[in-house]
T-cell receptor, first 113, second 113 residues
Framework: GAVVSQHPSRVICKSGTSVKIECRSL??????MFWYRQFPKKSLMLMAT?????????EQGVEKDKFLINHASLTLSTLTVTSAHPEDSSFYIC?????????FGPGTRLTVL | QKEVEQNSGPLSVPEGAIASLNCTYS??????FFWYRQYSGKSPELIMF????GDKEDGRFTAQLNKASQYVSLLIRDSQPSDSATYLC?????????????FGDGTTLTVKP
């Protein structure tokens, strides 16, 4: 099956700093990548959809200036959480779209102190 | 009404029994249907997809789709404790970005030894 990697798997940072999360499709070209966040025991929440070479489309209520998404190539998308605060602590998951199917990365657990 | 609805559970079955997970969707134009499994603290992994009415079997898993009733289900035969997880139903609408799915909130399954 299609493989998606994420880096880092876990990050702890101080409040006010920025954190970058990388999402790579390893064995396929993902024209579309999706970013989700998930709080403990809660459902997946789609944050944004990114298409290679164009601006990301953000879901309602997601601050695009806070969650910067770059999809520079068919195999790499990045999410930068700017000026992170404790309420941004969550499990961030990316997925790559291939055909009409999504393949998820392993996720990044962000803790903001 | 949510676009994709699942029984929240938890659903508990004894080892060896059949677990039945149900999902309904509101958009009659939906074309692709997916089941993902998510273990606690992990990201979702694709189990099955189904496009046509009827049953699709893969090992111990059977997906069933009834577009007239806007209903999709997942049956797990000979349930094992390792099947204990949250199962997410996902639906793709006809006019959405490739791979963009609408997810249900998930059903938590516990298989008791």
């Amino acid at each position: 099956g299609a493989v998606v990697s994420q880096h880092p798997s876990r990050v702890i940072c101080k409040s006010g700093t920025s954190v970058k999360i990388e999402c790579r499709s390893l064995d396929f070209q993902a024209t579309t990548m999706f970013w989700y966040r998930q709080f403990p025991k809660k459902s997946l929440m789609l944050m944004a959809t990114s298409n290679e070479g164009s601006k990301a489309t953000y879901e309602q209520g997601v601050e695009k200036d806070k969650f910067l998404i770059n999809h520079a190539s068919l195999t790499l998308s990045t999410l930068t959480v700017t000026s992170a605060h404790p309420e941004d602590s969550s499990f961030y998951i990316c997925s790559g779209g291939w055909g009409d199917t999504q393949y998820f990365g392993p996720g990044t657990r962000l803790t903001v102190l | 009404q949510k676009e994709v609805e699942q029984n929240s559970g938890p659903l508990s079955v004894p080892e060896g029994a059949i677990a039945s997970l149900n999902c309904t969707y509101s958009d009659r134009g939906s074309q692709s249907f997916f089941w993902y499994r998510q273990y606690s603290g992990k990201s979702p992994e694709l189990i099955m997809f189904i496009y046509s009415n009827g049953d699709k079997e893969d090992g111990r898993f059977t997906a069933q789709l009834n577009k007239a009733s806007q209903y999709v289900s997942l049956l797990i035969r000979d349930s094992q404790p390792s099947d204990s997880a949250t199962y997410l139903c996902a639906v793709n609408k006809a006019d959405t970005n490739a791979g963009k799915s609408t997810f249900g909130d998930g059903t938590t399954l516990t298989v008791k030894p």
